[in-house]
Each structure stands twice: as C-alpha cells, then as structure tokens.
C-alpha cells in the first residue's frame, strides 16, 4: 500500500529523550524526511537522511533508519517544552519531488 | 520561509466560488509541489510542476489545477467550491531537501 505509519500520540517529561517511529513502503525511497508543525503553521523541515546512511545526527536530533525493515525513527535528546508539535514523517519516492507522508505524532512535552 | 513564499496566509469562500493561490520559491529554484492538508486525510500530494510543466500529479479532481510561470511562481485554482475544500494548503520548492512555505489556510463556507 501507499501508508506510511507513526504512531499518533508520544507523551515524555522535560529532559527526558523523545523517540518517534515511523514505517515508510517504498524501498526504493531516496529520501527520507521529518517535519516539525506548530499550531497554525507550517512545516518545518527538521532533518532528512538518504537512503544510503543509516544515521545522523544533528545537534539535538538523531535519525535512524533501518533499510530492510523500512523504518525510520527520530530521536530528540534533552526534550524541551518547546519541542511539542506535531512531528511528519516522510518518503520521497523516485517520482520527482513527490512526498508521502505519515499521519503525524503529536508529542506532548511535560514539565 | 525557508526561501518559499504563499499568499494569501488566509481566505475565506463561499461554496461554489472559484480560489487562486500563489507559490514563489526563492530564485534558482524551477520546480514547486503543491499538497494540501486536511485533519481527516492529513497531507496529500496536489500536484508537481518544473519549468512550466506539470511533471506529476495527485489524485484529486479536476476542479483542482494549476501552473507555473517563467519566474517559477506557481499558482493553484480551485473551481466550484465545495465545504471540504476548507484546508491548509501547503507549497514547497522540491529541489532536495524540501522546503515549505507558510501555507494558505482556506476556509469554505
């Protein structure tokens, strides 16, 4: 099918690291993205890995992605109040600048 | 942001009139995708264009349209109206990685 699945809902504590999973379909998937929106806005391009790395990191963010299982995952360290938004996952197929996206996680952040 | 730019931010209309959106990616960038987001459906895929020329297209009915000028500013049409129209609509300039604009919240009423 054409779903890409995240869970809906993540709860985690201030301080404490946030993992948001996401499973993609296409395995020929040359991109992969995660967006961040706030209330009322836009998309927020966070990170994106290709699909030949298996991780990377930028300051706070870590993305891993598990190729043979089609998963990605975004791991967010030290998470602060403001991190609470609703977070995409996305694949970018090899059909131009198509993107696929999940239904989106919300994480909650409590002080 | 982050070298998009939508217009207008917001807009109000009535059932059966027609809507235009604009798209401007920041220059150099030749190609915008189009995708609108609604609560029920989430993000869906619009449609793709390239130098002037739709190169992809999303599963949605006629009465959607668009295009692009020589500048890159893209346009979206939206004919006929219809209350589940009411969305966000989101632009972004494909070149990798993809940037979004702010979007055009649309509302039908």
């Known amino acids: 099918g054409e779903d890409v699945e995240q869970s809906l809902f993540l709860s985690v504590r201030e301080g404490d690291s946030s993992v948001i999973n996401c499973t993609y379909t296409?395995?020929?998937?040359?991109?992969l993205y995660w967006y961040k929106q706030e209330p009322g806005a836009g998309l927020q391009l966070l990170t994106y890995?290709?699909?030949?790395?298996d991780m990377k990191q930028d300051q706070r963010l870590t993305v891993l992605l598990n190729k043979k299982d089609k998963h990605l995952s975004l791991r967010i360290a030290d998470t602060q109040t403001g991190d609470s938004a609703i977070y995409f996952c996305?694949?970018?197929?090899?059909?131009?600048?198509?993107?696929?996206f999940g239904q989106g996680t919300e994480l909650s952040v409590k002080p | 942001k982050a070298g998009v730019t939508q217009t207008p931010r917001y807009l109000i209309k009535t059932r059966g009139q027609q809507v235009t959106l604009s798209c401007s990616p920041i220059?150099?960038?030749?190609?915008v995708s189009w995708y609108q987001q609604t609560p029920g459906q989430g993000l869906q895929f619009l449609f793709e264009?390239?130098?002037?020329?739709?190169?992809n297209k999303g599963n949605f009915p006629g009465r959607f349209s668009g295009r692009q000028f020589s500048n890159s500013r893209s346009e979206m049409n939206v004919s006929t109206l219809e209350l589940g129209d009411s969305a966000l609509y989101l632009c972004?300039?494909?070149?990798?990685?993809?940037?979004f604009g702010d979007g055009t919240r649309l509302s039908i009423l």
């Open positions: 296409d395995s020929s998937s040359t991109y």
């Open positions: 972004a300039r494909s070149r990798q990685p993809q940037h």
């Open positions: 890995i290709f699909s030949n790395m």
């Open positions: 996305a694949e970018r197929r090899n059909q131009g600048g198509k993107l696929i």
């Open positions: 220059s150099g960038h030749r190609s």
């Open positions: 264009y390239f130098s002037e020329t739709q190169r």
